[in-house]
């Protein structure tokens, strides 16, 4: 699943209300858009009596102002703090007692709400939804509080781990001025300065009905959830959204290397990030380099086998694509060498093996392969209930086409080994690179 999730993308509608029906490849959805500019897509999956209904804000970290990072995840903890309606915390209330669970999640270009439930909840979960859409209710003594929670999960999810602390810096170095630069959870410096306007002010100008994307997968007919649709969302009224300025990345003409050391490390590790292409639409590119990722960092693929196996100078090596940014995509080596192996050189045999695959490039075995594993991984994507409400609704939200994940098996199935040489070439530029060394540090010696 999480291949799949790196690999595909979705959709941007602009059908009318009647559903559109689309090639049975990968998820074979429905869609509507209702009169307020509201986009749903129903998948259905009868094999349990339970739905996953997904509620995807086209509004993330890079729409933050500056100074204010952190918001939009910000937000997202007080979307829970209730209504006219609803008490703070009790809309999960609601959805526990009802036999659920919910949570929520925010990335760069998106925020998304989601709830697990029997499917015969669904009119329940859409009238909650629905309510905190535009009637959140909120004042100091709820905000406040919930900004030092947001500090504390800081605190634990990236300031006590090492290993997160050194790809926030990897990442505020792979850009030099896309806002993917800032780390979605925001600066602590800016997280403690963030106010009960700021929040109101970010959710006035986001949250509606036609700058979001509702996804509900599971044991529903189509047409009953178009009904519900209408009658809990289709009475909220659209709103004029902000205009999201083009962000631009400038000519990267040097690489850049971070190396960070602290106490708490017990062991070396190796890591470097490279700019790389997004989705769009049927180019070549990116399809290209989800078969280099499997041919170079699978299991069998050949960074293990020439790095772990046969050299035996790293416990462990990976390479990875995702392409599922709004402007940019990126890619990623990770190794850890073998105690008494020096991080140098087990760093000097990865650049040997990326110079030997751009001097020969790849084999056609090497693509069948790979290709093969990737179209199995395809078919195993709607064996989760949520997986493919996540994966269309996160594409969704990147402004991707829905054709793009339907016809996404196809689109690897027409790989060749000249697309992936060009690929490689392309991606595997050492100025649009950040190099990651994360290395112990005396007991006594702060991070550094």
Known sequence: MRRINACLAALSISCGLAATPVA??????????????????????????????????????????????????????????GTNNLDPGEFSRVVARNGGRDN???????????????????????????????????????????????????????????????????????????????????????????????????????????????????????DDVLALAKQHYGAVAARELPQRPPFYEPDQRAPRRVVFTDPRVRQEDWRRMYVAPAYEGAAPGPYALNVLAEIMGGETGRLHNALVEKQKIALGVSFWYDGSGRDFGSAGLYGRPVPGIATADMEAAFDAEIASLLKDGVTETEVTDAKRLLAASAIFARDSLDGPARILGGAVANGQRIEDVEDWPERIAAVDKAAIDTAARALFNINWSVTGILRPAPKDEAPS
């Open 104 to 222: 929520a999640f925010t990335s760069a270009n998106y925020t998304g709400y989601f709830q697990i439930i029997a499917a015969d909840r669904l009119s329940l979960i859409m009238q909650m939804e629905a309510d905190r859409m535009t009637g959140l209710k909120l004042d100091d003594a709820i905000v406040l509080p919930e900004r030092d929670v947001v500090l504390e999960e800081r605190l634990s999810r990236v300031e006590n781990r090492p290993s997160a602390l050194l790809g926030e810096a990897m990442r505020a170095n792979l850009y030099l001025a896309h806002p993917y630069r800032r780390p979605i959870i925001g600066w602590p410096t800016e997280v403690k300065r963030l106010t009960t306007e700021d929040a109101l002010d970010f959710y006035r100008k986001w949250y509606a009905p036609n700058n979001v994307v509702v996804v509900v997968a599971g044991d529903v007919n189509p």
């Open 24 to 81: 049975a490849e990968v998820f074979s959805p429905s869609r509507y858009v209702l009169d307020n500019g509201l986009e749903l897509i129903v998948i259905e999956d009868h094999r349990r009596a339970a739905v996953a209904h997904f509620a995807y804000y086209k509004v993330g970290a890079i729409d933050e102002e500056p100074g204010k990072t952190g918001l939009a995840h910000f937000l997202e903890h007080l979307m829970f703090k």
